[in-house]
Protein backbone atom coordinates (compact mmCIF):
# COMPACT_ATOMS: atom_id res chain seq x y z
CA UNK A 1 0.00 0.00 0.00
CA UNK A 2 1.61 3.37 -0.94
CA UNK A 3 1.57 6.25 1.19
CA UNK A 4 -1.35 8.75 0.84
CA UNK A 5 -4.87 9.86 1.98
CA UNK A 6 -7.57 6.74 1.78
CA UNK A 7 -11.68 7.09 2.30
CA UNK A 8 -14.42 8.01 0.94
CA UNK A 9 -15.28 11.91 1.19
CA UNK A 10 -12.03 13.57 2.68
CA UNK A 11 -12.03 17.74 2.54
CA UNK A 12 -9.76 19.40 4.89
CA UNK A 13 -11.46 22.71 5.36
CA UNK A 14 -14.89 23.61 4.39
CA UNK A 15 -15.42 27.76 4.34
CA UNK A 16 -19.09 30.08 4.22
CA UNK A 17 -19.33 31.84 1.02
CA UNK A 18 -21.27 33.83 2.23
CA UNK A 19 -22.52 34.94 5.75
CA UNK A 20 -26.15 33.32 6.14
CA UNK A 21 -28.56 30.87 6.94
CA UNK A 22 -26.84 27.96 4.08
CA UNK A 23 -24.72 25.66 6.04
CA UNK A 24 -20.98 25.87 5.81
CA UNK A 25 -21.25 22.24 4.89
CA UNK A 26 -24.22 20.03 4.03
CA UNK A 27 -23.86 16.11 3.77
CA UNK A 28 -27.38 13.72 3.30
CA UNK A 29 -28.75 11.33 1.53
CA UNK A 30 -25.92 9.73 0.78
CA UNK A 31 -24.56 6.24 0.66
CA UNK A 32 -20.63 6.20 1.11
CA UNK A 33 -18.30 2.71 1.18
CA UNK A 34 -15.11 2.89 1.82
CA UNK A 35 -12.79 0.17 0.75
CA UNK A 36 -10.11 1.80 3.18
CA UNK A 37 -10.24 4.46 5.20
CA UNK A 38 -12.61 6.78 6.93
CA UNK A 39 -16.15 7.10 4.90
CA UNK A 40 -16.26 10.99 5.81
CA UNK A 41 -13.37 13.31 6.93
CA UNK A 42 -13.86 17.21 6.60
CA UNK A 43 -13.10 20.30 8.76
CA UNK A 44 -15.93 23.19 8.66
CA UNK A 45 -16.18 26.68 9.75
CA UNK A 46 -19.90 27.52 10.43
CA UNK A 47 -23.01 25.56 10.82
CA UNK A 48 -22.72 21.78 9.41
CA UNK A 49 -25.46 18.85 8.61
CA UNK A 50 -24.83 15.48 8.22
CA UNK A 51 -27.90 13.43 8.00
CA UNK A 52 -29.56 10.54 6.62
CA UNK A 53 -26.54 8.94 5.33
CA UNK A 54 -25.09 5.18 4.59
CA UNK A 55 -21.49 5.81 5.88
CA UNK A 56 -19.08 2.66 5.87
CA UNK A 57 -15.50 1.62 6.25
CA UNK A 58 -14.30 -1.72 5.01
CA UNK A 59 -11.15 -1.33 6.17
CA UNK A 60 -8.43 0.66 8.46
CA UNK A 61 -4.41 1.83 7.19
CA UNK A 62 -4.12 1.59 11.32
CA UNK A 63 -1.54 4.70 10.86
CA UNK A 64 -2.41 8.24 11.74
CA UNK A 65 -6.12 9.92 12.67
CA UNK A 66 -7.48 6.48 11.49
CA UNK A 67 -6.69 5.34 15.42
CA UNK A 68 -8.28 8.31 16.67
CA UNK A 69 -10.97 7.94 14.09
CA UNK A 70 -11.50 4.96 11.92
CA UNK A 71 -15.26 5.81 10.38
CA UNK A 72 -16.13 9.45 10.97
CA UNK A 73 -14.09 12.44 11.54
CA UNK A 74 -15.67 15.71 11.72
CA UNK A 75 -14.40 18.80 13.06
CA UNK A 76 -15.84 22.54 13.66
CA UNK A 77 -14.14 25.83 14.32
CA UNK A 78 -17.14 27.97 14.21
CA UNK A 79 -17.67 30.07 17.92
CA UNK A 80 -20.84 30.11 19.75
CA UNK A 81 -23.00 33.24 20.23
CA UNK A 82 -22.27 33.43 23.54
CA UNK A 83 -18.55 33.85 23.40
CA UNK A 84 -17.17 37.58 23.73
CA UNK A 85 -13.93 38.75 24.04
CA UNK A 86 -14.15 39.63 27.75
CA UNK A 87 -15.28 35.98 28.38
CA UNK A 88 -11.86 34.95 26.64
CA UNK A 89 -10.02 36.95 29.09
CA UNK A 90 -11.64 35.42 32.22
CA UNK A 91 -11.08 31.84 30.84
CA UNK A 92 -7.43 32.89 30.10
CA UNK A 93 -7.49 33.93 33.21
CA UNK A 94 -8.40 31.04 34.83
CA UNK A 95 -6.18 29.16 33.33
CA UNK A 96 -3.20 31.16 34.61
CA UNK A 97 -4.03 30.88 37.69
CA UNK A 98 -5.09 35.05 38.13
CA UNK A 99 -8.15 33.81 39.62
CA UNK A 100 -9.15 32.45 42.98
CA UNK A 101 -9.48 28.44 43.46
CA UNK A 102 -13.11 29.49 44.42
CA UNK A 103 -15.81 28.86 41.86
CA UNK A 104 -18.03 31.65 42.98
CA UNK A 105 -15.18 34.05 42.33
CA UNK A 106 -14.85 32.91 39.27
CA UNK A 107 -18.68 32.55 37.86
CA UNK A 108 -19.09 36.04 39.11
CA UNK A 109 -15.85 37.73 37.37
CA UNK A 110 -16.61 35.62 33.93
CA UNK A 111 -20.17 37.09 34.43
CA UNK A 112 -18.83 40.40 34.40
CA UNK A 113 -16.13 40.66 32.02
CA UNK A 114 -18.02 38.39 29.35
CA UNK A 115 -20.89 40.79 29.22
CA UNK A 116 -19.71 44.41 29.66
CA UNK A 117 -17.09 46.45 28.58
CA UNK A 118 -14.81 48.24 30.99
CA UNK A 119 -13.98 50.93 28.49
CA UNK A 120 -15.48 54.66 28.64
CA UNK A 121 -18.23 54.68 28.31
CA UNK A 122 -19.23 51.28 29.38
CA UNK A 123 -21.26 49.10 26.97
CA UNK A 124 -21.90 45.42 26.32
CA UNK A 125 -19.46 43.05 24.56
CA UNK A 126 -20.71 42.38 21.17
CA UNK A 127 -20.65 38.36 20.83
CA UNK A 128 -17.63 36.80 18.64
CA UNK A 129 -19.76 35.59 15.62
CA UNK A 130 -20.03 38.87 14.57
CA UNK A 131 -16.45 38.72 13.27
CA UNK A 132 -16.81 35.01 12.74
CA UNK A 133 -18.45 32.11 11.90
CA UNK A 134 -21.17 30.14 14.43
CA UNK A 135 -20.43 26.46 14.49
CA UNK A 136 -23.73 24.18 15.40
CA UNK A 137 -23.56 20.75 14.09
CA UNK A 138 -26.44 18.36 13.56
CA UNK A 139 -25.50 14.58 13.02
CA UNK A 140 -28.81 13.00 12.51
CA UNK A 141 -30.67 10.07 10.79
CA UNK A 142 -27.72 8.06 9.75
CA UNK A 143 -26.49 4.40 9.78
CA UNK A 144 -22.73 4.64 10.31
CA UNK A 145 -20.96 1.12 10.16
CA UNK A 146 -17.31 -0.05 10.83
CA UNK A 147 -17.05 -3.29 9.27
CA UNK A 148 -13.40 -4.91 10.08
CA UNK A 149 -14.60 -8.57 10.92
CA UNK A 150 -11.36 -9.60 9.02
CA UNK A 151 -8.86 -7.22 10.52
CA UNK A 152 -6.32 -8.84 12.91
CA UNK A 153 -5.37 -7.93 16.00
CA UNK A 154 -5.53 -4.02 16.86
CA UNK A 155 -7.17 -1.31 18.53
CA UNK A 156 -8.12 2.01 18.17
CA UNK A 157 -9.64 5.22 20.34
CA UNK A 158 -13.03 5.81 18.50
CA UNK A 159 -14.94 4.52 15.57
CA UNK A 160 -16.85 8.19 14.92
CA UNK A 161 -14.98 11.61 16.29
CA UNK A 162 -16.77 15.15 16.28
CA UNK A 163 -14.75 17.63 17.66
CA UNK A 164 -16.57 21.47 17.78
CA UNK A 165 -16.39 24.83 20.00
CA UNK A 166 -20.36 24.82 19.20
CA UNK A 167 -23.08 22.83 20.20
CA UNK A 168 -23.64 18.89 18.42
CA UNK A 169 -27.05 17.55 17.93
CA UNK A 170 -26.49 13.89 17.80
CA UNK A 171 -29.63 12.27 17.45
CA UNK A 172 -31.49 9.21 15.68
CA UNK A 173 -28.44 7.47 14.55
CA UNK A 174 -27.59 3.57 14.43
CA UNK A 175 -23.60 3.22 15.23
CA UNK A 176 -21.96 -0.09 14.89
CA UNK A 177 -18.68 -1.84 15.22
CA UNK A 178 -18.42 -5.06 13.43
CA UNK A 179 -15.26 -6.75 14.45
CA UNK A 180 -13.64 -10.21 16.36
CA UNK A 181 -10.80 -8.86 16.58
CA UNK A 182 -10.30 -4.84 17.08
CA UNK A 183 -10.65 -3.44 19.99
CA UNK A 184 -12.13 0.55 20.55
CA UNK A 185 -12.49 2.34 23.39
CA UNK A 186 -15.72 3.51 22.23
CA UNK A 187 -18.06 4.00 19.35
CA UNK A 188 -18.82 7.67 19.02
CA UNK A 189 -16.64 10.47 20.77
CA UNK A 190 -17.98 14.07 20.58
CA UNK A 191 -15.62 16.55 22.07
CA UNK A 192 -17.76 19.60 22.37
CA UNK A 193 -19.04 22.86 23.87
CA UNK A 194 -22.21 21.05 24.60
CA UNK A 195 -24.13 18.34 23.33
CA UNK A 196 -27.38 17.42 23.20
CA UNK A 197 -28.08 13.07 22.74
CA UNK A 198 -31.39 11.37 21.94
CA UNK A 199 -31.86 7.91 21.05
CA UNK A 200 -28.68 6.93 19.70
CA UNK A 201 -27.87 2.84 19.44
CA UNK A 202 -24.50 2.16 19.64
CA UNK A 203 -23.69 -1.83 18.24
CA UNK A 204 -20.97 -4.13 18.88
CA UNK A 205 -20.65 -7.63 17.59
CA UNK A 206 -22.50 -9.26 20.87
CA UNK A 207 -23.44 -6.35 22.74
CA UNK A 208 -25.93 -3.68 21.96
CA UNK A 209 -26.05 0.03 23.74
CA UNK A 210 -29.09 2.17 23.78
CA UNK A 211 -29.27 5.91 24.47
CA UNK A 212 -31.95 8.15 25.02
CA UNK A 213 -30.80 10.63 26.74
CA UNK A 214 -31.70 14.56 27.01
CA UNK A 215 -29.19 17.53 26.44
CA UNK A 216 -25.80 17.67 28.55
CA UNK A 217 -23.18 20.14 29.01
CA UNK A 218 -19.56 19.13 27.73
Not at 2 to 20: E, I, K, T
Not at 110 to 118: D, E, I, T, V
Request: proline share 5%; charged share 15%; hydrophobic share 45%.
Amino acid sequence: MQNGLRGGVHVWMVVPMVASAIPACSVCDNAIVSPLGRALTFLALGPVVVARNRLVTLGRTGRGLDLIAATVLIGNLGLSNEWTLGLIVAMVLKIFGRIGPVADNYCSLAKRLGLFNPQRPPSLWPPLVREWSSGKTLVTQNQITLDIDDEPRSFGISSILVLALDDVGMADNQCEITSTSAFFFVDALLMVGACALRTVVFRRRGSMRHYRLGRSAA
